[in-house]
């Protein structure tokens, strides 16, 4: 009979569990440091913007434009944008995706990307850092091409919003670099179990 594809190889052994806590100091740690990449990415965003335009001040304004209606469909479009990039990352790696939304502590709620299906570390990085990285560079690109101010904004607020929101991505790929590179990793929403080759 077949092994499920979701069981670990025999030629591995459990490692541990790491889980991602959000509580206390640490919940206000990580709000702050969202809150300092998502003034930051913006800070950048702009001043690509008008370097790029042979200024090194970029300038954006919007006139009768509701700017809550901006905010809400920016935040949307992070959410779907950068699940959608983890579960196409997860699928190009042969791993069945499911999503699903989640608290984390009391205060902290997430939208995640999760399987079962145990990948290595260097794919499990591509996957943390991948919505980073692909939307960063498409929201740069729209920045400093667009021309419609609401575009700008909108490009802008996404790259913030974004860059904000991979904090906790940020967080799993910083431990991930700890392992070494044919560990194996078993992402559990708020965290990952690993598993060792053994006689490794």
């Keep these: 009979m077949a092994k499920p594809e ?18 206390g100091l640490s919940l206000i740690s990580t709000v702050a ?3 300092v990449i998502f003034a930051l990415s913006i800070l950048f965003g702009t001043v690509a913007r008008g370097v790029a335009r042979g200024e090194w001040e970029g300038q954006v304004t919007i006139e009768g434009f509701g700017f809550i209606a901006i905010v809400i469909g920016a935040v949307l479009a ?21 999503f699903g939304f989640k608290t984390l502590g009391k205060y902290f709620a997430a939208a995640y990307t999760t399987t079962d299906i145990p990948i290595s570390r260097n794919r499990y990085l591509v996957v943390c850092l991948g919505p980073f990285i692909i939307i960063t560079l498409a929201c740069l690109a729209a920045v400093v091409v667009a021309g419609p101010d609401s575009i700008v904004l909108v490009a802008l607020l996404v790259l913030g919003m974004n860059a904000g929101g991979s904090l906790g991505d940020f967080i799993i790929a910083r431990k991930l670099l700890a392992h070494k590179s044919g560990t194996l990793f078993q992402d559990r929403e708020d965290g990952f179990a690993w598993y060792n080759k053994k006689n490794a």
């Design 33 to 35: 440091g969202m809150f």
């Design 78 to 98: 992070v959410v779907i944008l950068h699940e959608v990039i983890h579960a196409a990352l997860f699928l190009i790696f042969g791993a069945r995706p499911r």
């Design 6 to 23: 979701h069981i670990i190889p025999d030629d591995y052994e459990p490692g541990g569990y790491w889980q991602l806590k959000l509580t």
